[in-house]
């Protein structure tokens, strides 16, 4: 199943060029954009960018136990796929950093301003397909990183409010 939601996202990739430009676009750099505008609308940006740094330090730690211990080829790997962005076929697939980072960013944005959290929701969901469109990440891969991101945040978070 995983693969063929995979197909089905994938397939469309290397047929619409401004899809593709916007495809890639959400796969390697929107993750910054999101970021950025996080710090953006938050009125404590000192303690916003503490708390998402050290989240996200906690995050690509956990991602990078998970991918020894769980390793998976990414999708090029395995089939004739359409990939969008280089990326090492050495890398592990299972789980995205870049939804983990994504959802991470979402949550704590959601925890500090939760208007501007739904869009970050979304924004996030935009980098998990988008990873998916170029041809990186299997569906399951990215529904990973970002349950990890979120689960990661609402656990780290709560130790902040004491301290900062």
Known sequence: MDYQIFSVINGF????????????FFAEIAVFVLTALSLGVVKNRTHFFIQASIIVGVLLSVHSLLGVLFFRERPFESYHVVQLISQPPTMKSFPSDHAGVAFAIATLLFLFHPRWGYYAYGFATLIALGRIYVGVHYPSDVLAGAMIGILI????????????
Do not use: Q
């Open 13 to 24: 990739a290397g047929k619409y060029p401004l899809l593709d430009g916007v495809g890639i």
């Open 153 to 164: 945040t609402l656990g780290v978070s709560p130790f902040f409010k004491k301290r900062l």
